[in-house]
């Protein structure tokens, strides 16, 4: 396991004006996002009712199930060679706790806000929790790189287990570490829940730039944040995108009146009615999957 950090702000990332004006209606928490664990992330966000990754893991594990089985099995017969997963902007990895573990993100709500964990040292909470993530491991998980500029969220994810690599790096300023490059040879698919705006189509070309499997996308996006550069950017590599515009998965509660304004005048400039969405009182999400396109 390595950690490796870049420069970089704290939480989410030091993006150009371009995509910070994508955000800049959105409330910031980046007094939680890059704390040496996730307590405080869970208190603070749980009264926002935060469910994108509750949404992702089926999500996610069916995705990965299909990208699996479009590999060709390893020397052994088993199709779960050789793809790992990169979750981008991976934060204290969620995302990986909820793909690799019988556990759902109420538990983890419950686990981080209860009484067993609220007086605990961080070292303290890092010796539960690799016996918590341990013991709930489930047979067909996958390897997880991790991409985040929060250095210390993703040393956490890293120490109790969660990622098998993690990368504290501003891929929207600087050019992937050797070892995130090494790392990307192995990747077959990205999955992302929560960073796209704060990361720009500059962080998927320098992450693409390093890809030497089939890669796929699965990239869950507000509905007031356009996806379109990036979609532009996959399809110069190979990539198809698709989404159902139907389908939409709520993130959270909006923090106050003045961030639903904004969000409900976002989706209205794209194109889109906030009636029943943003309009009701949450952050909705699309998903947008992409694929290689067929030979």
Avoid at 231 to 236: I, K, Q
Wanted: proline letters at 7%; glycine letters at 8%; charged letters at 25%.
């Amino acid at each position: 396991m390595r950690a490796r950090r870049h420069s970089g702000t704290p939480g989410t990332p030091d993006t150009p004006d371009s995509a910070a004006d994508a955000m800049a209606g959105k409330t910031r928490f980046d007094d939680i996002y890059d704390l040496p664990d996730p307590r405080s992330y869970f208190r603070r966000l749980a009264p926002y009712e935060y469910e994108i990754p509750h949404h992702a893991q089926r999500v996610f594990r069916r995705t990965l199930a299909a990208r699996r089985a479009s590999a060709p099995p390893g020397p052994d017969g088993d199709r779960r060679n050789g793809v790992t997963v990169l979750d981008l902007c991976c934060s204290y990895g969620i995302n990986a706790a909820l793909l690799n573990h019988d556990l759902t993100l109420a538990d983890l709500y419950a686990h981080y806000t209860g009484d067993e964990t609220a007086d605990l040292t961080t070292s303290e909470l890092v010796d539960l929790d690799k016996e918590f993530y341990a013991a709930r491991r489930r047979p067909d998980a996958v390897r997880m790189v991790g991409v985040d500029t929060a250095a210390n969220a993703t040393a956490y994810a890293l120490a109790v287990g969660l990622l098998d690599e993690a990368y504290a790096e501003n891929l929207e300023r600087v050019p992937p570490s050797h070892g995130l490059a090494r790392a990307m040879s192995g990747v077959g698919l990205i999955t992302v829940t929560g960073g796209i705006g704060y990361v720009t189509h500059r962080t998927f070309d320098a992450l693409l730039d390093c890809v030497r499997l089939p890669l796929w996308v699965s990239a869950f996006v507000l509905r007031t944040v356009p996806y379109d550069r990036i979609a532009d950017t996959l399809a110069a590599r190979g990539l198809v995108t698709g989404s159902d515009p139907a389908r939409t998965y709520p993130q959270r509660l909006f923090t106050s009146p003045d961030e639903q304004r904004d969000a409900v005048e976002r989706v209205r400039a794209l194109g889109l009615d906030p009636t029943g969405f943003e309009a009701a009182g949450r952050y909705h999400t699309r998903l947008y999957e992409s694929r290689p396109r067929p030979v």
